[in-house]
Every structure is written in C-alpha cells, then in structure tokens.
C-alpha cells in the first residue's frame, strides 16, 4: 500500500509545486523523473533480445483474474472461446464464476482435460486448468467469505517431471468504497495477507521440485510481497516481457499479476479480452530454459533433497 501511495499520490505532490512555482525547472525536473519512473514500474521500455515466438514452446503457462464474467453468461461463453483460442498449456483462472457449468465441463469447453477447483461458493472460486495430469497437493487455503486465497496442484509434465504450480489471489483494499478506509478494514487485509505470505514462504522452502507461482498478487513491483519473491529465487516472467509490454490491470495501468517460475520464460506476452479489467498473461518457456531446471530437479531428487 505504502508502495501504491508512494508511486500515485507523488504526482499529487508534484503538480502543486509545479502550481507554486511555473517557472521552476527543478519541479519539471523532478516531475519528469516521477513520469519516467512510473513508465520504468508498468512498461517495459527497453529491448529484448529474445523478441521472437518459440516455433514450438515446451511450456506455455498463464495466469488471468477473469473478473467474475461480470455474472453474464454470454460472457462467459466468449471466455470459454478465449481460453480455448489463447491455448496454455496451464492457466491459473482467480474470480472465476462457472455459471451453470460444472467445473469439469467447464474445463472441457475451455479445452482442458484436468481442472483443480477451489470453491469460495457453489460456482465461485479459483481453479488451475492444465493439458496433463494434475492433483490436489493439499487443501485450498480460502479466505472466508471471498475468492481470494491459494490452490496449489501438482502437474506431471511430459518429461515426467512433477512441477508444483500455486495459483494465488492476494486480497486487495477496495479503495472505492467508503467503508474501505477505515482501519478495522486494512488490519484485516494486513492480517490475510501476511498469512498467506508465511503460506508461500514455507512452500518455496519445502519444494525442491520446478515450482511456478502465478495470480493476481494486487501488489505493485515495488510491494512487499513481490520483494518477498524476489528474495526466494524464482524468477518473474516480466524479465522476458516484449517492448511496451507490462500493464495488466486497466484502466488505471498498473501491473498486479505476475507468473514467477525456476527460470526465465523465452517471451512474456500480455492478451485483453473484452470488458476485462485483467490482462490475460502468458509465458512461454522453451526446452533451453527448462533443461538445466529439470536436471537440478532430479539431482536434488537422488540426494535425498
């Protein structure tokens, strides 16, 4: 929050000192670096060598907060086609609404065999889509009375690797509501929040295996729990994001939904899909960044790690 504030409310700042005193140039300097170091937070404005689609990825993972389908159901029909169209091999799916789908069927129009489902209500809830085997590693951790929480599933990948993949909905302060300000209201997002932070800090320890974590983190770059990530050595697919690339959250640009893996992705792109306010993000991994990952996995696995 302290971040979001720091990044936002300093152009509040700005432009007062800017109405003190026009002829400043300090101010406009300073207002130009502010400009400069929001673009640096939310795009990226600098080339990448790995531009380029893999002709045939090993591994395409996603991770897109589908907003409910703003309960519509001929909404939802057009994200089944979008999924189907996007074509992950993987998709961790937050504020998802079936509709009057079951899960599996759910899956099974969105193109998908296997669909871990946490249930925050009959049809509400976050859900992990996968082309290969997948099983419930433990219960879902779900904060009462919302969608937001973590679903961690086991894939056994088609190198007959079993990848940890943890599908996660940081709980977010809802400042457009008035109640939202109050601070009975932010010691509670406080307190869900450190603990599913405690939650992911134990299962980047305890998993020696390839480990991806995606979702929608309602966190900034600079927040503490994407430092926190940082620090534990997974690697944010943003490092392979395209020129321009960055923004998942609209209209107020900002980028809130991350997949974080054991290496660097080849390409990072991000996909809108109508009346959306997420980005549908996708990273997509070739056999060069996954080869000396897997090897280390199996290494810790004859150790006894």
């Known amino acids: 929050m302290a971040a979001l504030g720091a ?3 300093g152009w509040l700042l700005i432009g007062y000192f800017l109405w003190k005193d026009r002829q400043g140039r300090l101010y406009w300097i300073l207002y130009g670096v502010l ?5 640096l937070l939310n795009y990226r404005l600098w080339p ?3 531009n ?12 897109w907060n589908i907003d409910a389908s703003d309960y519509d159901r001929r909404l939802i029909e057009k994200d089944l086609d979008f999924l189907a169209r996007m074509g992950a091999d993987i998709v961790c799916l937050q504020e998802l609404y079936l509709g009057d789908y079951s899960a599996e069927c759910f899956a099974e129009r969105a193109g998908y065999p296997y669909i871990l489902f946490g249930k925050a209500g009959p049809a509400m809830g976050m859900a992990i889509l996968s082309r290969y085997p997948i099983t419930l590693h433990e219960h879902p951790f779900l904060l009462k009375g919302s969608t937001n929480g973590i679903l961690i599933g086991e894939v056994v990948l088609p190198s007959g690797d ?7 909905h940081y709980p977010s302060y809802r400042l457009g509501k008035l109640s939202s300000w ?14 599913m932070d405690t939650l992911l800090a134990a299962i980047s320890q305890s998993w020696s295996g390839p480990l ?3 979702g929608d983190f309602n966190a900034i770059p600079l927040s503490y729990a994407v430092g926190e990530l940082q620090r534990s050595g997974l690697k944010d697919s943003y490092a392979a994001a395209e020129w321009l690339e960055g923004p998942t959250w609209r ?4 980028r809130i939904d991350y997949i974080w893996g054991p290496c660097t992705p080849h390409r990072q792109k991000t996909y809108w899909a109508p009346k959306h306010h997420h980005a549908y993000v996708l990273a997509e991994y070739g056999g060069a960044e996954l080869a000396a990952v897997m090897k280390k996995s199996a290494t810790f696995v004859r150790l006894g790690r």
């Open 162 to 168: 079993t990848a940890l993949v943890v599908n996660v």
């Open 7 to 9: 990044m936002y409310a």
């Open 35 to 39: 400009w400069v170091s929001s673009w």
């Open 251 to 254: 209209p107020f640009p900002l």
């Open 212 to 214: 991806w974590i995606g």
């Open 48 to 50: 990448t060598p790995k």
């Open 52 to 63: 380029t689609p893999l002709l045939d990825p090993v591994l395409r993972i996603a991770t």
């Open 182 to 195: 109050l601070y009975s209201h932010w010691r509670q997002v406080w307190k869900a929040q450190q603990r």
